[in-house]
């Protein structure tokens, strides 16, 4: 991220440079629109003009994957409860088991001691 910021600072930089560089006054015509005033302004208004659309058509995508990102991490929360819960069932039936067992292996020693002659 920081990367991104520090390149875009320095493209921001040339292009404003490059733009003092050529001020040169132009008229900018777009079907019935006239415009006219420095090159370094065009320049500017241009690169202003293609962040802001940059921008607009990526807003989508990031509001996108944060909103999934929130449903994701509620979704893990869900599931890590359940583990949870389930974990804990597990060993109530593992102590169930064993105490089962224990009693079974109880059981038949006693009745062979009450059925000896």
Do not use: C, Y
Request: aromatic share 6%; glycine share 8%; no cysteine.
């Amino acid at each position: 991220m920081q990367i991104l910021l520090i390149s875009g600072i320095g493209v921001a930089i040339v292009a404003v440079l490059f733009a003092l560089q050529n001020n040169v006054p132009v008229t900018i015509s777009f079907f019935a629109w006239s415009f006219g005033g420095s090159l370094a302004l065009v320049l500017l208004m241009a690169l202003g003009l293609g962040v802001l659309i940059a921008g607009l058509v990526t807003s989508p995508a990031l509001i996108g994957s944060r909103w999934s990102g929130k449903r994701l991490r509620r979704q893990v929360a869900s599931l890590e409860e359940q583990n949870r819960a389930l974990q804990q069932r597990v060993s109530e039936l593992d102590a169930q088991l064993e105490s089962l067992l224990a009693a079974q292996a109880l059981a038949p020693t006693t009745a062979l001691i009450e059925h000896q002659p």
